[in-house]
């Protein structure tokens, strides 16, 4: 189990703290993938993304990518949405049909998150929008608890494209918000799932540990990416989630991991390709 754990919680912890999503939004569906239950794997889901969301909005913090004026109000209606989402998924996993409704309502998500943010045009950070009304981020926190609770994404699935488009905060700013925010709505639902749902503590903890290394990593690569980049990167893990996903209904599970993997495994190639080229160009310079 280490030796897969491990990993997986650092290459999770690094889109995480870059994309600002929680770390849910990919473990869910591939422990689904892997064979475990929707609500186990929510419940996990969320126990590792308290520790990813604290240990990348820490350094985004650091970087300033925090917009505080937001963070209340999506808090406050993130938390009301865990409360509203728990007995849905309760009711759907006590008729059986969690495991063909969850999986539905991860793939409208998707497609609608994957084309807006290949679609939706955003500004540089200097062009923060301060005048959007409170409320909007109240509802946006309802929803992002709603889906925290329901799919075991961590809220920042929905709250970070939502922020980007609604809102109109440029990303790097809605990542490092969307991860302060995270923290308090996953912590109230994963102690409402806890109660009545067994889990492997041992493997969630093999799984924090390594998120607590990616989440370091995340942030700090949203200094070599421009906005727009980071949009197309995330609207790609839509996208590659979405494929993942539509491969397990029709029962070929391992085809959409390794399909999920890929991307994961090619945006960390990009990564360090970026990096080098970056020390590359500063050595060119001095010299």
């Not at 690094?14 to 794997?41: D, R």
């Not at 994957?114 to 981020?137: A, V």
């Not at 390709?273 to 310079?285: C, G, L, P, S, T």
């Amino acid at each position: 189990m280490i030796l897969w754990a491990i990993p997986l919680g650092i290459v999770i912890g690094i889109m995480s703290g870059f994309f600002g999503i929680g770390g849910g939004f990919i473990l869910t569906p591939v422990l689904m993938l892997m064979g475990f239950s929707p609500v186990v794997a929510i419940t996990i889901s969320l126990l590792y993304t308290i520790s990813t969301s604290l240990s990348g909005a820490w350094v985004h913090f650091k970087f300033k990518n925090i917009y505080w004026k937001a963070v209340l109000f999506l808090s406050i209606g993130g938390v009301a949405g865990t409360q509203i989402a728990r007995p849905i998924v309760i009711w759907l996993q006590n008729r059986g049909i969690d495991e063909l409704a969850i999986p539905i309502i991860y793939l409208v998500l998707l497609a609608y998150f994957s084309i807006s943010m290949f679609t939706s045009k955003n500004k540089d950070q200097g062009d923060l929008n301060n005048n959007t009304p409170r409320w909007i981020f109240l509802m946006l926190g309802i929803i992002g608890g709603v889906a925290s609770s329901t799919l075991g994404v961590g809220g920042g699935f929905i709250m970070v494209p939502l922020l980007i488009t609604l809102a109109k905060i440029p990303p790097k700013l809605a990542v490092g918000t969307s991860l302060v925010s995270i923290t308090f709505i996953v912590a109230i639902g994963f102690i409402s799932y806890a109660s009545s749902t067994p889990i492997d503590y041992i493997l969630a903890l093999y799984l924090i540990i390594g998120a607590l290394i990616g989440t370091q990593i995340g942030p700090r690569l949203t200094k070599v990416y421009s906005n727009t980049q980071i949009q197309h990167l995330l609207g790609g893990l839509y996208v590659v989630t979405f494929i993942s996903v539509l491969f397990k209904l029709i029962n070929l599970s391992l085809v959409g991991l390794v399909v999920l993997l890929f991307y994961i495994a090619m945006v960390l190639v990009l990564f360090i390709f970026k990096i080098f080229r970056q020390k590359e160009n500063k050595v060119a310079n001095l010299s």
